[in-house]
T-cell receptor, first 112, second 115 residues
Framework: GENVEQHPSTLSVQEGDSAVIKCTYS??????FPWYKQELGKGPQLIID?????GEKKDQRIAVTLNKTAKHFSLHITETQPEDSAVYFC???????????FGDGTTLTVKP | DADVTQTPRNRITKTGKRIMLECSQT?????MYWYRQDPGLGLRLIYY???????NKGEISDGYSVSRQAQAKFSLSLESAIPNQTALYFC??????????????FGPGTRLTVL
């Protein structure tokens, strides 16, 4: 089955700096890669996703890049703000799979 | 997401007790999931359902059972709770858009403590 590894497990940055979280996956059939943000006391919520036919996708301060050959994808957050502090999960799924496999999560802390 | 609700939000129980966690959704989605979250272990899939009466095991189904009697409801049961089932439990839904399923919508979670 699919295996997703996520690094780092914790990340602390100064407000205004950039943050990068990286994930690798094992199943070459995976073609959908979402990123979820989980705020304290809440369920995860999708913030951005990318499909395997695209190498990069951007939405304001967040962007995701995908390298299919190397089987890794990354989340980039620029100009970080304290409200970006949360746990971030990456996931991978193949179209014909009924489920996604999640990484272990990254706790991001943005210091004012 | 208010469209996916979980009850109870918190539960403390004793070893050996039977526990049921409920999930309801008003999104009209056909697929529903139960996950368990432990610190440092991410989200692990317990069971998932593609439609009413359809049940599929996830990666950690031992000790759990589920019921999908209606499209909007998916219940998770612990027949005889044990302390290592203490965790945060999430229900999620998804639907088909075009030819594939995309994002999952998560409920607020149920914090379960087994003493």
């Amino acid at each position: 089955g699919e295996n997703v590894e996520q690094h780092p497990s914790t990340l602390s940055v100064q407000e205004g700096d950039s943050a990068v979280i990286k994930c690798t996956y094992s199943d070459s059939a995976s073609n959908y890669f979402p990123w979820y943000k989980q705020e304290l006391g809440k369920g995860p919520q999708l913030i951005i996703d990318i499909r395997s036919n695209v190498g990069e996708k951007k939405d304001q301060r967040i962007a995701v890049t995908l390298n299919k050959t190397a089987k890794h994808f990354s989340l980039h957050i620029t100009e970080t703000q304290p409200e970006d502090s949360a746990v971030y999960f990456c996931a991978a799924r193949a179209t014909n799979a009924g489920k996604s496999t999640f990484g272990d999560g990254t706790t991001l802390t943005v210091k004012p | 997401d208010a469209d996916v609700t979980q009850t109870p939000r918190n539960r403390i129980t004793k070893t050996g007790k039977r526990i049921m966690l409920e999930c309801s959704q008003t999104k009209g989605h056909d697929r529903m999931y139960w996950y368990r979250q432990d610190p440092g272990l991410g989200l692990r899939l317990i069971y998932y359902s593609f439609d009413v009466k359809d049940i599929n095991k996830g990666e950690i189904s031992d000790g759990y059972s589920v019921s999908r009697q209606a499209q909007a409801k998916f219940s998770l049961s612990l027949e005889s709770a044990i302390p290592n089932q203490t965790a945060l439990y999430f229900c999620a839904t998804s639907h088909k858009r075009g030819t594939s399923y995309n994002e999952q919508f998560f409920g607020p979670g149920t914090r379960l403590t087994v003493l």
